[in-house]
C-alpha cells in the first residue's frame, strides 16, 4: 500500500482550484479516481468545472 500513498502524494497530473488558487497533485483531490475536490478549500469540484489541469 506504500505505492499508492506515493501515487497519491504526487499525483498523475498538477490541479489547481479555482476558487482558492491553490496548486495540487491529482491524486490528492480524490480518493476514487471519479469525484475530483479540492483539499484546501473543498469549493473547488470536479476537472474542467471547480479545478483545472495544469
Do not use: K, N
Not at 499525483?11 to 488558487?21: P, W
Not at 491524486?27 to 478549500?41: K, L, M, R
Amino acid at each position: 500500500m506504500q505505492g499508492l500513498q506515493h501515487s497519491r502524494d504526487q499525483g498523475r497530473d498538477l490541479l489547481e482550484c479555482r476558487h482558492c488558487g491553490e496548486t495540487f497533485p491529482e491524486g490528492q483531490a480524490t480518493s476514487d479516481g471519479w469525484h475530483y475536490v479540492c483539499p484546501e478549500c473543498e469549493e473547488g469540484r470536479g476537472i474542467g468545472d471547480g479545478l483545472r489541469r495544469l
